[in-house]
């Protein structure tokens, strides 16, 4: 599975930006697919998971109500929305597919298979 991350760009704090990841070379609609970020000298860390069946969604705290994951099985991608941007959202987004991964492990990166070569997302104060 290729997964290909677009999107990201520079917008001032409190705006808006949607990211899209489109897949490509796997069944989209068997994987669960979450957004992760990793800011300058910061680890990974967990933003968003929608699950493959039903669409069950997942969220970090600190993006609750602000960020909103979605896919479109036909169209093979998944997309976040972010509103209400703050500069600690700074970071490079990347989107990830696992085919085998259960409720417990949505947030984990390890339990992903697939990665997408990330896109920079800047929110200026």
């Known amino acids: 599975v290729q997964l290909q991350a677009s999107g990201g760009g520079l917008v001032q704090a409190g705006g808006s930006l949607g990211l899209s990841c489109a897949a490509s070379?796997?069944?989209?609609?068997?994987?669960?697919m979450g957004w992760f970020r990793q800011a300058p000298g910061q680890e990974r860390e967990f933003v968003a998971g929608?699950?493959?069946?039903?669409?069950?969604?997942h969220y970090t705290d600190s993006v609750k109500g602000r960020f909103t994951i979605s896919r479109d099985n036909a169209k093979s991608t998944v997309y976040l929305q972010m509103n209400s941007l703050k500069p600690e959202d700074t970071a490079v987004y990347y989107c990830?597919?696992?085919?085998?991964?259960?409720?417990?492990?949505?947030?984990?990166?390890?339990?992903?298979?697939?990665w997408g070569q990330g896109t920079l997302v800047t929110v200026s104060s």
């Open positions: 990830a597919a696992g085919s085998r991964i259960i409720l417990s492990e949505v947030g984990s990166a390890r339990a992903y298979d697939y």
């Open positions: 070379g796997g069944t989209f609609s068997r994987y669960v």
């Open positions: 929608i699950r493959a069946r039903g669409g069950s969604t």
